[in-house]
């Protein structure tokens, strides 16, 4: 009977090591999980600038305003006059314009209401005088 007795023992030891195991491997893939949801929850502006006919308009310097702390990012568009800010709070509320050799385009707001993660918005410059 003690032969047993030491086997069954030996069993639940065994099944308690991998239980323990499996929730540690378990809370493992979930914190991953959750880091995952993280970053696709973060939210990117990006776009184009162009001039009032419409043409795209290379090195122009983008600001974008966080609302909430008024940290000012900025983009100097590429050849092809795009320009992206990736990796933003998406709870915050932001404001965006371009300006390019004395002309600016409006300002425009995106709100933390816009649950958007990907915002597309051209940016066109028709104002001779930035403020």
Request: charged fraction near 30%.
């Amino acid at each position: 009977m003690r032969g047993r007795a030491a086997v069954r023992c030996w069993i639940q030891r065994v099944d308690l090591v991998v239980l323990a195991a499996t929730l540690l491997l378990a809370g493992a893939a979930s914190a991953q999980a959750q880091d995952k949801k993280k970053e696709t929850d973060l939210r990117t502006i990006h776009g184009m600038v162009v001039d009032k006919s419409e043409n795209p308009v290379s090195s122009s310097i983008v600001y974008l305003k966080d609302l909430r702390t008024s940290a000012v990012k900025t983009y100097i568009s590429d050849d092809a006059a795009k320009y992206r800010f990736s990796g933003l709070d998406p709870h915050a509320d932001y404001e965006i314009y371009a300006e390019h050799q004395g002309t600016c385009s409006p300002r425009r707001t995106i709100s933390s209401f816009d649950i958007r993660t990907d915002v597309d918005v051209t940016l066109k410059l028709t104002r001779e005088k930035c403020d």
